[in-house]
């Protein structure tokens, strides 16, 4: 049976659409980051100062944080275009070759999931990074030559949740490496105060708290949250989203007061109830949810690992204290240690 391969953070259509609509367009609009959003704003200047393009920069961190905002927020900043494409799209070398073609001097070509491409189009890509230059074969066998072709200077940007993945010549050639963390409450609610605004929807300051406190962490997120609350307060109520809205729709879509959903659940409660709480591997773990194992380890776990509901062991995936409180559930009592006098013979 094929396992689902959809969840809590990842982008359907719908979500892309509006995560487009809501996505910041310049650097001082980008939420918190602070310290990332400086460093671009040092290397945006630089670039327009010395005309020269702006250092590859390569972004990485669970999905839904804004590694896609800042790869178009850049352009912006800089007032060049932007291609965008991703890892599984480029197949073989002739895949890319049209994105690099159509580069103007100074513009941002963006690769999403790039841990996703195959090393034969890495290996294509090394020298365009290095040296604006690409080597494409022609014919075959014994006629094949290879002809060197000049790029214009362009900035390279790839993002990957997987940062591990990538080889170490890839990752080398990146000027920047950028890791984006999970955001605070408070900004989360900044979040959905302006996205609120953007939509026309009046929020209360509590009910931008409430919505922060429940998106784990992550601005899409709290944006497909907002946007669930905003149907919910436009069909139940007067259209405003108050405190006590956003609690009622939250709770209606299955969001827990710790902001943990349906999958999160259930992912606690299979490592707690089939697994007796871990040790226990991935892979296992994502045959009996029924979810592929990326999904697991890219979009649910980081989440769980940050809040301390799960740690890892050498042995695979353990519950802590937290994820029994979660479930309602009682932790086990600690195991008596091999030492531990009581029950001995020799008492
Ligand atoms: N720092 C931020 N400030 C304001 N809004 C943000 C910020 N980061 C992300 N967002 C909002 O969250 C949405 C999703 O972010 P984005 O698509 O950039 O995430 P991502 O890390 O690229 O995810 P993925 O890798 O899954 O594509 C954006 O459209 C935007 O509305």
Do not use: C
């Not at 460093?39 to 100062?49: D, G, M, N, P, T």
């Not at 790839?158 to 170490?168: H, I, K, P």
């Not at 309602?328 to 531990?340: N, R």
Request: hydrophobic share 40%; charged share 25%; aromatic share 6%.
């Amino acid at each position: 049976m094929a396992r689902e391969k959809v969840i809590t953070s990842g982008p359907g259509d719908e979500q892309k659409k509006h995560d487009a609509a809501l996505r910041p367009k310049l650097l001082k609009e980008v939420i918190g980051q602070r310290k990332v959003a400086e460093r671009l704003e040092i290397a945006v200047r630089a670039s327009k100062k010395l005309n020269e393009p702006l250092g590859h920069i390569l972004f990485d961190g669970p999905p839904g944080l804004g590694k896609t905002t800042f790869a178009t927020v850049l352009p912006n900043e800089l007032g060049t275009s932007l291609q965008m494409t991703s890892g599984p799209a480029l197949a073989k070398p002739a895949d890319l070759l049209p994105f690099l073609t159509n580069l103007e001097e100074g513009s941002v070509l963006f690769i999403d999931e790039i841990h996703r491409m195959p090393r034969v189009v890495e290996e294509f890509i090394y020298p365009a990074m290095e040296d604006f230059r690409i080597d494409i074969v022609l014919g075959e066998g014994m006629s094949a030559r290879t002809i060197s072709m000049t790029l214009k200077r362009f900035t390279l940007i790839g993002a990957t949740t997987r940062s591990g993945m990538l080889s170490g010549p890839m990752r080398d050639r990146f000027k920047m490496h950028e890791h984006l963390e999970f955001y605070s409450v408070d900004e989360l609610a900044t979040i959905a105060t302006v996205n609120a605004a953007k939509l026309n929807t009046p929020i209360t300051s509590q009910a931008s708290l409430e919505l922060a406190r429940r998106s784990r962490g992550t601005p899409r997120v709290a944006n497909s949250r907002l946007h669930w609350t905003r149907s919910f307060a436009a069909a139940q109520h007067d259209g405003t989203i108050t405190e006590e809205v956003a609690r009622a729709a939250l709770d209606m879509a299955e969001v827990d007061r710790d902001g943990l959903d349906k999958n999160d659940r259930k992912y606690l409660e299979t490592l707690i109830d089939l697994y007796g709480g871990g040790p226990t591997g991935v892979e296992a773990l994502a045959a009996t949810i029924n979810l592929a194992s990326d999904t697991l380890s890219d979009e649910i776990e980081p989440y769980l690992l940050r809040e301390q509901y799960i740690t890892r062991s050498p042995r695979g995936r353990v519950a802590m204290p937290r994820a029994y409180s979660a479930l309602g559930k009682l932790p086990p009592a600690p195991k008596p240690k091999p030492d531990d006098k009581q029950g001995s013979l020799f008492e």
